[in-house]
Structures are given as C-alpha cells and as structure tokens.
C-alpha cells in the first residue's frame, strides 16, 4: 500500500516497506512480513520518506483500519485518525462510522453474511 500511496518512487530503494509485489526476505519464507515487532521501526522508517503515506498505509487499532479509511472512520485527517487509535472510544467510534460508511459491510452485519 505505501508503494500505491506514493507512485511506487520508493520500491526500488527501500523494498522492504515498498513494493508492488510481496517483499521476499532471507530465510523467513517467500513473502515474510515481519512480526509485530519490527513493524513499529518500519513505520518510523517509512515515516522519515513520506509521513502521510506511511500513517494511510498502515493498519490501525483493535479492528485493524487501514489508515487510508480516515474519512470512512468520521475524521477530517490521518493524523486525527491515528491518534484517536489511541483509546477505545476513538477505536470503536472508527469502526462504527466506518461500518456505517459503507452499506456491503452494514447490510453483511445484518445478513450475519
């Protein structure tokens, strides 16, 4: 997503936070990820090339909203967004304006589909 997010100008330099195609690291499987850990430090360094495009690309909270939905989420910015991450008020109030947002998930909910 932070390749999409800033016209692919990173991968080639950094493609372990940017690429078009799943980043393949030494030993850890074909498309390691990373675990929960290193992913602190790997925003941190997409942040230094790109903040906003880094905090979009990025999964947020208990629900795990990707940042690029702040405005589905009731907010006017990414950085309102991720800092209502920060409690469980501003967690729940995302997911249900983002629910809300958008009548596939809504009318899934009622379906129990």
């Not at 495009?53 to 947020?60: D, I, Q, R, T, Y």
């Amino acid at each position: 997503m932070f390749s999409r997010l800033t016209g692919s100008i990173y991968d080639n330099k950094y493609p372990d936070l940017s690429s078009t195609t799943p980043y393949k690291s030494g030993g850890r499987g074909q498309d390691y990820y990373g675990g929960q850990s290193e992913q602190y430090p790997k925003l941190d360094r997409a942040k230094s090339l790109d903040e906003v495009s880094a905090l979009k690309s990025a999964p947020w909270g208990e629900f795990q909203i990707m940042g690029e939905n702040f405005s589905s989420c009731g907010f006017s910015s990414v950085y309102s967004f991720v800092n209502a991450m920060n409690t469980i008020q501003g967690q729940f109030s995302a997911f249900i304006n983002f629910i809300n947002s958008d009548h596939v998930l809504i009318n899934a909910l009622r379906n129990k589909s």
